[in-house]
């Protein structure tokens, strides 16, 4: 197995962008695809390469478990976001996730009268159903759109106030918030856009993607709801805490319900203060962590992985802060978009980049997170483009991204072992 050697040069660096999509075509155009390799790859066996057509300059590939990343199991649907330098209509583009040849592509910008849109963003739900909001009249009021996994409409809501989207089971929940009248206003719709309930909290919330919705109640008190469906009562209250030269810079969730509050130095990037709370409310444990660590923090699961930039490698804790092990990584390292949000299935995956006989490349490592690597495997890369992995637990698959003879392909892998 080759090992990364030397530095990497920042010039080859390249940064996924997300763009919109260009649809000249639903008809899909296919290249001639040469695999490059230093290696055979032992443990992935190649599934079905999808070459996209050469008007998309840009590819964006997210697997997050959450109802914005790109595996639509239930449609059976990878959903992209493709760009292109000339122009943006916002559309989505489909490919069967079995077969890997195009499915469907839904040109929204051609379809709708006067579209102004909101973002790139489609969402789904459980059931498949697909979601999308755009207004009419530069952004005064805002409709949703549904679609079944056939690219057909489902439903349109029209004239409703800015929302956020939270898919669910067979429909969506829509969080809309009124600072004036301090509100925010969570609206439950079934498979037929029908309201079917509507909860009020207080302005300041926060949902997080592993579920959790904050709501914050006075000078420090935090209630904790279980999701957006499930704002009766919540799990459990905590009142949380000051501390002179921090301030709060995000919140982790663990499977167990451990709740981390993240506090971050004013006046430097290291040395984060962790707190946390277990579903009593109570305060499990705390710690500084030293001030020379530039960290990045993830959930596995159960588990939280530290990523200590500053002295290359990573850590992995149980729910308790227990250390499990750390591992030594060399080059950049390069968390996805799943593990860079929340991740539920004990598995850890990253990409680092580095050189080897010359030849500038990747090394993708894909482990369980009791330590036990399943993959790490080499791929030669261009003198720009780098490749995006996300590995499917539930299949067993590993998605990438990548450029061959300046076309973007996306492959499906099986993992062999």
Not at 125 to 148: A, V
Not at 313 to 318: F, G, R
Not at 356 to 375: A, C, H, Q, V
Request: net charge positive; proline share 2%.
């Amino acid at each position: 197995m080759p090992v990364l050697k030397g530095k990497i040069s920042k010039r080859l660096i390249a940064i996924f962008v997300v763009f919109t999509l260009y649809l000249a075509s639903t008809n899909q155009m296919y290249a001639e695809f040469t695999e490059l390799s230093l290696e055979e790859h032992g443990g992935l066996q190649q599934d079905w390469v999808h070459t996209l057509p050469k008007e998309f300059n840009y590819l964006n590939f997210e697997l997050g478990y959450n109802p914005q990343d790109s595996i639509n199991h239930a449609a059976q649907l990878v959903m992209l976001n493709p760009g292109t330098l000339s122009g943006n209509n916002f559309g989505l583009y489909t490919i069967n996730n079995k077969t890997g040849k195009i499915a469907w592509a839904y040109d929204i910008k051609n379809k709708v009268k006067n579209f102004y849109p909101l973002n790139h963003a489609w969402f789904y739900n459980e059931s498949g159903s697909i979601f999308y909001q755009y207004s009419t009249n530069h952004g005064k009021t805002f409709n949703i759109l549904s679609l079944d996994s056939k690219g057909k409409r489902l439903f349109e809501k029209k004239d409703l106030s800015f929302s956020n989207i939270y898919p669910y089971k067979n429909g969506i929940v829509l969080q809309q918030t009124d600072y004036l009248k301090n509100q925010s206003r969570f609206i439950t719709l079934n498979s037929k856009g029908i309201t079917t309930s509507e909860t009020v909290l207080g302005y300041k919330t926060e949902v997080l993607t592993s579920g959790y919705v904050l709501h914050f109640v006075g000078e420090n008190k935090i209630e904790v709801f279980k999701d957006v469906t499930s704002l009766k009562n919540p799990l459990f209250t905590f009142n949380s805490k000051k501390f002179g030269g921090f301030y709060v810079a995000g919140y982790h969730q663990l499977s167990g319900g451990t709740l981390i509050v993240e506090y971050a130095r004013s006046n430097s990037y290291g040395g984060q203060k962790l707190m946390a709370y277990g579903v009593n409310g109570k305060l499990k444990w705390e710690t500084v962590l030293d001030r020379n660590m530039n960290i990045s923090m993830h959930s596995t699961g159960s588990k939280l992985l530290i990523d200590n930039k500053s002295e290359h490698s990573i850590t992995l804790y149980d729910h308790n802060f227990k250390k499990l092990f750390s591992r030594a990584y060399e080059g950049e390292l390069n968390f996805n978009g799943l593990m860079r949000s929340y991740r539920n299935d004990s598995y850890i995956e990253y990409t680092s980049f580095g050189t080897i006989n010359d030849k500038w490349g990747e090394r993708y490592t894909l482990m369980k997170d009791n330590g036990d690597i399943i993959l790490s495997k080499y791929f030669v890369l261009d003198d720009v483009h780098k490749s995006n992995f996300a590995y499917d637990s539930s299949e067993n698959v590993v998605y990438r991204t990548m450029v061959s003879d300046y076309r973007y392909n996306l492959i499906k892998y099986k993992v062999t072992k």
